[in-house]
């Protein structure tokens, strides 16, 4: 059974950063598609990054030269590093992950069937 663990998330005031986690349990991410997704209240879920199997990043436009999207395949840890932290930033942070090697650059959630639980990120 594949697990997704994010840490990381918390407060912090704008202009701040934050380094998100994304650990797996039964899960290789080698070779693997990830991504982040954010949930701000009220709204729905939105794409921020996302990473394939040949290392290649993609980020939503409003994350673009702030985010920073990495993983560590000998320990199975997706991360995601926040700098220039706005307010707009607020929300549930999540992680996903899926075997295609490859997926398209708009990061959709349906291109990804496993999820964590979230972490929350606060922006004042």
């Known amino acids: 059974h594949v697990q997704l663990v994010e840490s990381g998330g918390g407060s912090v005031q704008a202009g701040g950063s934050l380094r998100l986690s994304c650990a797996a349990s039964?899960?290789?991410?080698?070779?693997?598609?990830m991504a982040w997704f954010r949930q701000a209240p009220g709204k729905e879920r939105e794409g921020v990054a996302n990473i394939d199997g040949h290392d290649v990043s993609r980020y939503a436009h409003s994350v673009k030269g702030r985010f920073t999207v990495s993983r560590d395949t000998a320990k199975d840890t997706m991360y995601l590093q926040m700098g220039g932290l706005e307010p707009e930033d607020t929300g549930m942070y999540y992680c996903a992950a899926d075997n295609a090697y490859w997926v398209p650059p708009a990061i959709r959630e349906a291109d990804f069937s496993n999820w964590g639980q979230g972490t929350q990120v606060t922006v004042s």
């Open positions: 039964e899960y290789t991410f080698s070779g693997s598609s």
